[in-house]
Protein backbone atom coordinates (compact mmCIF):
# COMPACT_ATOMS: atom_id res chain seq x y z
CA UNK A 1 0.00 0.00 0.00
CA UNK A 2 1.84 3.23 -0.94
CA UNK A 3 -0.24 5.70 -0.16
CA UNK A 4 -0.18 8.95 -2.13
CA UNK A 5 2.30 9.27 -4.86
CA UNK A 6 3.95 12.10 -6.77
CA UNK A 7 6.23 12.05 -9.52
CA UNK A 8 8.43 13.68 -10.36
CA UNK A 9 10.65 14.56 -7.15
CA UNK A 10 12.24 17.94 -8.57
CA UNK A 11 12.06 19.43 -11.91
CA UNK A 12 13.22 23.19 -13.07
CA UNK A 13 11.65 24.52 -16.10
CA UNK A 14 12.35 27.64 -17.87
CA UNK A 15 9.22 30.44 -18.02
CA UNK A 16 6.71 29.74 -20.19
CA UNK A 17 7.18 26.07 -20.20
CA UNK A 18 4.40 24.05 -19.28
CA UNK A 19 4.22 20.31 -16.94
CA UNK A 20 2.24 17.78 -15.46
CA UNK A 21 3.00 17.13 -11.54
CA UNK A 22 1.52 13.69 -11.05
CA UNK A 23 -0.64 12.13 -8.33
CA UNK A 24 -1.63 8.98 -7.71
CA UNK A 25 -3.25 7.06 -4.83
CA UNK A 26 -4.43 3.21 -4.05
CA UNK A 27 -5.98 4.06 -0.97
CA UNK A 28 -9.02 4.66 -2.84
CA UNK A 29 -10.06 7.99 -1.30
CA UNK A 30 -12.84 10.13 -2.90
CA UNK A 31 -10.93 13.88 -2.17
CA UNK A 32 -7.63 14.69 -3.22
CA UNK A 33 -6.13 17.90 -3.18
CA UNK A 34 -3.13 19.97 -4.48
CA UNK A 35 -1.08 22.66 -1.93
CA UNK A 36 1.73 24.59 -2.49
CA UNK A 37 4.13 25.41 0.50
CA UNK A 38 6.40 28.36 -0.24
CA UNK A 39 9.67 28.47 2.33
CA UNK A 40 8.63 29.31 5.58
CA UNK A 41 4.96 29.02 5.36
CA UNK A 42 2.26 27.08 5.94
CA UNK A 43 -0.12 25.33 2.73
CA UNK A 44 -1.84 26.74 -0.12
CA UNK A 45 -4.85 24.92 -1.35
CA UNK A 46 -4.68 25.25 -5.06
CA UNK A 47 -7.50 22.98 -6.66
CA UNK A 48 -9.06 20.11 -5.02
CA UNK A 49 -11.72 17.35 -6.10
CA UNK A 50 -14.42 15.49 -4.17
CA UNK A 51 -14.42 12.71 -6.88
CA UNK A 52 -13.71 11.35 -10.32
CA UNK A 53 -15.12 13.86 -12.89
CA UNK A 54 -15.52 16.64 -10.41
CA UNK A 55 -13.07 19.36 -9.37
CA UNK A 56 -12.93 22.95 -7.75
CA UNK A 57 -10.60 25.62 -6.88
CA UNK A 58 -9.25 26.44 -3.81
CA UNK A 59 -7.23 29.57 -2.69
CA UNK A 60 -4.58 29.90 -4.80
CA UNK A 61 -5.60 28.53 -8.59
CA UNK A 62 -4.36 30.73 -10.76
CA UNK A 63 -2.15 29.39 -13.12
CA UNK A 64 -3.05 26.01 -12.79
CA UNK A 65 -5.34 23.25 -14.41
CA UNK A 66 -6.39 19.69 -13.05
CA UNK A 67 -8.23 17.06 -13.79
CA UNK A 68 -9.73 13.83 -12.40
CA UNK A 69 -10.60 11.09 -14.37
CA UNK A 70 -10.22 8.51 -12.01
CA UNK A 71 -10.11 7.60 -8.26
CA UNK A 72 -6.77 6.97 -8.51
CA UNK A 73 -5.09 9.89 -10.59
CA UNK A 74 -5.14 13.96 -9.73
CA UNK A 75 -3.01 15.78 -12.18
CA UNK A 76 -1.95 19.25 -11.66
CA UNK A 77 -0.93 21.31 -14.92
CA UNK A 78 1.04 23.82 -15.32
CA UNK A 79 0.45 26.24 -18.94
CA UNK A 80 2.79 28.71 -19.00
CA UNK A 81 5.33 28.32 -15.89
CA UNK A 82 6.33 31.86 -14.05
CA UNK A 83 8.61 32.24 -11.69
CA UNK A 84 6.15 32.55 -8.85
CA UNK A 85 5.13 29.31 -9.06
CA UNK A 86 8.56 28.15 -7.93
CA UNK A 87 7.34 26.07 -4.84
CA UNK A 88 6.72 22.31 -3.40
CA UNK A 89 4.11 20.68 -4.52
CA UNK A 90 1.81 18.27 -2.04
CA UNK A 91 -0.76 16.36 -3.15
CA UNK A 92 -3.24 14.23 -0.93
CA UNK A 93 -6.10 12.64 -0.15
CA UNK A 94 -8.46 12.79 2.58
CA UNK A 95 -10.19 10.32 4.74
CA UNK A 96 -12.44 10.91 8.24
CA UNK A 97 -10.94 14.29 7.60
CA UNK A 98 -7.34 13.43 7.97
CA UNK A 99 -5.21 14.41 4.96
CA UNK A 100 -2.43 11.79 4.09
CA UNK A 101 0.54 13.81 2.13
CA UNK A 102 2.57 12.91 -0.90
CA UNK A 103 6.27 13.60 -0.08
CA UNK A 104 6.06 16.27 -2.64
CA UNK A 105 7.55 17.48 -5.69
CA UNK A 106 10.05 20.49 -5.70
CA UNK A 107 9.42 22.42 -9.11
CA UNK A 108 11.93 25.45 -9.66
CA UNK A 109 10.97 28.34 -12.27
CA UNK A 110 14.21 30.40 -14.07
CA UNK B 1 -5.06 30.17 11.48
CA UNK B 2 -3.74 34.10 12.02
CA UNK B 3 -1.39 34.89 14.91
CA UNK B 4 -2.41 36.85 17.76
CA UNK B 5 1.15 36.81 19.36
CA UNK B 6 1.34 33.78 20.40
CA UNK B 7 2.08 32.14 17.30
CA UNK B 8 5.97 31.73 17.58
CA UNK B 9 7.83 30.71 13.97
CA UNK B 10 10.76 29.39 15.56
CA UNK B 11 10.93 26.87 18.88
CA UNK B 12 14.64 25.95 20.12
CA UNK B 13 14.75 22.69 22.64
CA UNK B 14 17.28 20.89 24.87
CA UNK B 15 16.04 17.43 24.26
CA UNK B 16 14.45 15.76 27.17
CA UNK B 17 12.50 18.95 27.88
CA UNK B 18 8.92 19.66 27.24
CA UNK B 19 8.18 21.54 24.35
CA UNK B 20 4.80 23.70 23.55
CA UNK B 21 3.67 24.69 20.43
CA UNK B 22 1.06 27.38 20.08
CA UNK B 23 -1.47 27.99 17.71
CA UNK B 24 -4.48 30.60 16.87
CA UNK B 25 -7.29 29.41 14.71
CA UNK B 26 -9.61 32.28 13.17
CA UNK B 27 -12.75 30.69 12.85
CA UNK B 28 -15.19 30.18 15.65
CA UNK B 29 -16.75 27.85 13.57
CA UNK B 30 -14.18 25.38 13.53
CA UNK B 31 -15.18 22.01 15.07
CA UNK B 32 -11.61 19.91 14.54
CA UNK B 33 -8.36 20.41 15.17
CA UNK B 34 -5.12 18.65 13.64
CA UNK B 35 -1.40 18.69 14.48
CA UNK B 36 0.74 17.81 11.36
CA UNK B 37 4.30 17.19 11.51
CA UNK B 38 6.82 18.11 8.45
CA UNK B 39 10.43 16.54 8.42
CA UNK B 40 12.71 18.05 6.08
CA UNK B 41 12.01 16.81 2.65
CA UNK B 42 8.80 15.22 3.34
CA UNK B 43 4.80 16.00 3.17
CA UNK B 44 3.15 16.20 6.15
CA UNK B 45 2.33 13.85 8.66
CA UNK B 46 -0.76 13.41 11.29
CA UNK B 47 -0.03 13.56 14.30
CA UNK B 48 -3.32 14.24 16.97
CA UNK B 49 -6.78 15.68 16.90
CA UNK B 50 -9.10 16.90 18.39
CA UNK B 51 -12.92 17.93 18.25
CA UNK B 52 -14.42 20.90 19.66
CA UNK B 53 -16.16 19.41 22.13
CA UNK B 54 -12.78 18.53 23.92
CA UNK B 55 -10.76 20.61 25.91
CA UNK B 56 -7.51 17.80 26.14
CA UNK B 57 -6.62 14.97 23.98
CA UNK B 58 -3.52 12.79 24.55
CA UNK B 59 -1.41 10.72 22.65
CA UNK B 60 2.17 9.27 22.52
CA UNK B 61 3.76 11.35 24.17
CA UNK B 62 2.01 14.45 22.71
CA UNK B 63 -0.84 16.49 24.19
CA UNK B 64 -3.28 18.68 22.48
CA UNK B 65 -5.33 21.57 24.25
CA UNK B 66 -7.88 23.33 23.23
CA UNK B 67 -9.10 26.60 24.68
CA UNK B 68 -12.19 27.53 22.58
CA UNK B 69 -12.98 31.16 24.40
CA UNK B 70 -9.54 32.70 23.00
CA UNK B 71 -9.26 30.71 19.48
CA UNK B 72 -6.35 28.91 20.91
CA UNK B 73 -4.85 25.87 20.29
CA UNK B 74 -1.58 24.11 21.69
CA UNK B 75 0.86 20.89 21.48
CA UNK B 76 2.66 19.51 23.92
CA UNK B 77 5.31 17.12 23.31
CA UNK B 78 7.07 15.51 26.20
CA UNK B 79 10.81 15.15 26.39
CA UNK B 80 11.72 16.13 23.19
CA UNK B 81 13.99 13.91 21.07
CA UNK B 82 16.33 14.92 18.43
CA UNK B 83 13.17 12.84 16.26
CA UNK B 84 11.00 15.60 16.56
CA UNK B 85 12.78 18.58 15.19
CA UNK B 86 10.36 19.24 12.36
CA UNK B 87 8.11 21.75 11.75
CA UNK B 88 4.54 21.59 13.04
CA UNK B 89 1.00 23.01 11.66
CA UNK B 90 -2.29 23.27 13.32
CA UNK B 91 -5.00 22.96 11.26
CA UNK B 92 -8.84 23.72 11.50
CA UNK B 93 -12.17 22.48 9.42
CA UNK B 94 -15.26 24.08 10.04
CA UNK B 95 -17.53 20.96 9.67
CA UNK B 96 -17.92 17.50 8.52
CA UNK B 97 -19.47 18.80 5.38
CA UNK B 98 -15.82 21.21 4.90
CA UNK B 99 -13.47 19.35 2.69
CA UNK B 100 -11.04 22.02 2.94
CA UNK B 101 -8.05 22.23 5.81
CA UNK B 102 -6.99 25.93 6.66
CA UNK B 103 -3.54 25.64 7.39
CA UNK B 104 -1.32 28.01 9.97
CA UNK B 105 2.06 29.24 8.83
CA UNK B 106 3.88 26.56 10.97
CA UNK B 107 6.22 26.25 13.60
CA UNK B 108 9.98 25.12 13.28
CA UNK B 109 11.12 22.84 16.07
CA UNK B 110 14.76 22.32 16.81
CA UNK B 111 16.13 20.31 19.30
CA UNK B 112 19.49 20.57 21.02
CA UNK B 113 21.52 18.03 22.29
Known amino acids: NAGVTQTPKFRILKIGQSMTLQCTQD?????MYWYRQDPGMGLKLIYYSVGAGITDKGEVPNGYNVSRSTTEDFPLRLELAAPSQTSVYFC?????????FGSGTQLSVL | GESVGLHLPTLSVQEGDNSIINCAYSNSASDYFIWYKQESGKGPQFIIDIRSNMDKRQGQRVTVLLNKTVKHLSLQIAATQPGDSAVYFC????????????FGAGTTVTVRA
Open chain 1, 92 to 100: ATLEARKLF
Open chain 1, 27 to 31: MNHNY
Open chain 2, 91 to 102: AENKGSNDYKLS
